[in-house]
């Protein structure tokens, strides 16, 4: 209702082609996940299950929609810092669309946003994401992770990053060992806390952990 509100004050235009009605058109969302490439989410190599070998994670599958740049980069920095809340509707359009049939017992998990950030935008980016994918899909989502700190990683260092990362989660709630579960986040930078959040989950006994992104950051072709 609020959305609806708002887009009849200033209208939504689509990141890709500036037609109005909504911030990513239907022919757009199917043009950007027909040219997302299966490849490696840590490395870029080509890789069907989205995670390579010598990337060695905590998850064994991931997807992500392509690199945070064109549409995507215009989509995600709206969302996150100009409070463009509707986004979330594309982005777990662009997730639905991209990713294969899940097992029916998938428990879809956001990785918990810092408290602050909630504050400022005034909805959680990821869960509103989480929440509308496994709607979509009727999957189950919980919020299983909470965040153990407040420490932020926004102009850390690489391995200040990782650092803050592997103290950063904990699990809410009991976890079982069998259903996949799949971790949602917006924006894939160095992996840290992907990696570890996938750690906190597999060390209170999850077997499968995969993991949906919509954006990593752009990096350099693999060096062949
Ligand atoms: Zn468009
Ligand atoms: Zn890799």
Known sequence: MIDTALSIVAPHYCYNCQKTGSVLC?????????????????CNAPEPSGICVSCRTFYEKAWHIGSREGALLQLINDYKFERVRVAYKAAADLLDMYIPDLPADTVVVPIPTIAAHIRQRGYDHTALIAKAFARKRGLTYTPLLK??????????????????????????????????????????????????????????????????????????????
């Open 26 to 42: 239907d022919s757009c969302k199917y043009d950007i996940v027909d040219e997302a490439i299966e490849a490696c989410i840590i």
């Open 147 to 224: 965040r153990a700190t407040t420490s932020h990683q926004r102009g850390a260092s690489r391995s200040e990053r990782f650092k803050q990362a592997a103290a950063a989660f904990s699990v809410g709630s009991a976890v079982e060992s069998q259903p996949p579960y799949l971790l949602i986040d917006d924006v894939l930078t160095t992996g840290a806390t992907l990696q570890y959040a996938a750690k906190t989950l597999h060390d209170a006994g999850a077997q499968h952990v995969w993991a949906a992104i919509i954006a990593r950051q752009p990096i350099a072709k693999p060096i062949k």
